[in-house]
């Protein structure tokens, strides 16, 4: 009866070992994808950074949120619809303006 037992025990335990297995595989792989998650987050938030640092401030541009003399941003070559600009930081209006306008061709 004890070896019988002894038998039975380990086949039904195997599937839990198993299941223990699987839950530290699991484990370790959702830490690995949490850690990539965080490295890519990390690499975008840089890369917007960079290219903000690389724009002139609104500022130095002498942005304004109103248009200066029938010139809009939304008619500038540089905008970028629908809030934002290829050399001014922040958030742009499209009814605004700056000393770097450049018309649409
Ligand atoms: S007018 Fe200035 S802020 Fe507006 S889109 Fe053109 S360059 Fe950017």
């Not at 903000?52 to 541009?61: F, G, I, L, R, V």
């Not at 002498?62 to 290829?86: E, H, I, M, W």
Request: positive net charge; aromatic residues 4%.
């Amino acid at each position: 009866m004890l070896v019988e037992k002894t038998v039975t025990k380990p086949s039904q335990e195997a599937p839990n070992q198993l299941i223990e297995i699987s839950r530290r595989k699991l484990m370790r792989s959702a830490t690995v994808i949490v850690s990539g998650a965080i490295v890519l987050a990390g690499a975008i938030t840089a890369t917007h950074a960079d290219a903000d640092a690389a724009k002139s401030s609104q500022k130095a541009a002498d942005y304004q949120t109103s248009p200066k003399n029938g010139q809009r941003c939304v008619d500038c070559a540089l905008f970028q619809a629908p809030s934002s600009c290829q050399v001014v930081n922040g958030t742009i209006s499209r009814a605004g303006w700056c000393n770097l306008f450049s018309a649409k061709s």
